[in-house]
């Protein structure tokens, strides 16, 4: 039997997704086209997605910090009624 994982583990496994998810387009080539030289250049749209997007990032940021503060007032209650269940157990 695997024991769950801690929530300092979740929160971490948790923004290391996030970081991975938002650092997608960045891996994508661009547009490419033909200056007056014809040479070949590409524009960088997808590199600088995430950095034109920074509001829009933050709010993902604290709404995963107070997801994760919920669920830390959820499993300290859980704690606290399994904890006063067993005690009440115990005493009947």
Do not use: Q
Request: hydrophobic share 40%; with cysteine; glycine share 2%.
């Amino acid at each position: 039997m695997t024991t769950p994982p801690c929530i300092s583990e979740l929160r971490s496994d948790f923004y290391r997704e996030i970081r991975k998810f938002i650092s997608i387009p960045t891996l994508f080539k661009g547009l490419g086209y033909f200056d007056e030289a014809k040479k070949l250049k590409t524009l960088k749209i997808f590199r600088d997605m995430p950095d034109r997007n920074v509001s829009s990032l933050l709010v993902v940021y604290e709404r995963a910090t107070e997801l994760f503060a919920k669920l830390e007032v959820s499993s300290y209650i859980y704690r606290y009624i399994v904890k006063t269940r067993l005690v009440c157990c115990i005493y009947i």
